[in-house]
């Protein structure tokens, strides 16, 4: 059988901030069917490969490649305090993209947001204003909103930062299940129980792929695993 091709070309991507390269020749392909986890130290620069990842920064040189459609989670969203927007708008905006013009939910929709609170463990906060929710339940209903948009790529900046133990399980049960119904996950993150449970980690050390490892099971190049 013929591997997949990848969801994610970089080849030879260059970053410059002014005088500082925050990547140098990354070349990297990025699989469906996986959770890959980008590690590293500080300034390392993941949270630029992250963006070069989702097409939200133009590298200075090298090209990028993706097949289908992307969602990104970000670690915080700018949401004012003034804006009444509650949990269930912040995950409905998931939909938005499948939705037509006037963005008037179907009952697809409607099903999918409710499918999403409630596999984030959110569902009782849905008429809750998302500025009264705790870090790690916005970072839940952000989740929700990237799960409900059923994208083929799957971006999120250090999901499980500051979160206790149950809602970092919780954020790595979901990601899993992402990639297992076939989408490529990709992850920025310094946690390592996020790390322990990676089908893959790619290390970036200043700006360059230090480390490219697969978990046990999981087979290159296209990571299909021998066992799930
Ligand atoms: N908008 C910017 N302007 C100038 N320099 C930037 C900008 N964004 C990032 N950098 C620099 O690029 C390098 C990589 O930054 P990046 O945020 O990608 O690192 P990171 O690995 O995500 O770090 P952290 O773990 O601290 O989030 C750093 O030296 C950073 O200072």
């Not at 590690?39 to 620069?45: D, L, R, S, T």
């Not at 009952?107 to 849905?126: T, W």
């Amino acid at each position: 059988m013929p591997a997949s091709p990848p969801a994610v070309q970089l080849r030879d991507i260059r970053v410059d901030f002014g005088a500082r390269a925050a990547l140098r020749d990354v070349t990297l392909d990025l699989y469906a069917d996986a959770v890959t986890v980008v590690a590293g130290p500080n300034g390392a620069g993941k949270s630029t490969l992250l963006e070069v990842v989702a097409g939200t920064r133009v590298p200075t040189r090298g090209s990028r490649s993706t097949r289908g459609t992307t969602a990104f989670v970000p670690q915080r969203a700018g949401v004012s305090d003034l804006l009444p927007i509650t949990v269930h708008d912040v995950v409905a905006v998931g939909t938005w993209g499948r939705l037509g013009a006037w963005r008037r939910a179907d009952a697809a929709a409607r099903a999918a947001v409710d499918e999403a609170l409630h596999r984030l463990g959110i569902a009782d906060l849905r008429r809750r204003p998302y500025v009264a929710l705790s870090g790690g339940q916005r970072q839940r209903a952000l989740l929700a909103q990237g799960v409900v948009a059923r994208a083929d790529l799957l971006l999120l900046d250090e999901p499980t930062t500051g979160l206790d133990a149950t809602s970092g399980a919780r954020i790595r049960a979901v990601m899993a299940e992402e990639a297992a119904r076939g989408a490529a996950v990709v992850c920025v993150s310094h946690d390592p129980a996020v790390l322990a449970a990676a089908d893959r980690v790619v290390t970036l050390a200043d700006g360059e792929v230090a480390g490219d490892t697969l978990a046990a099971g999981v087979v290159a190049p296209a990571l299909r695993k021998t066992a799930r």
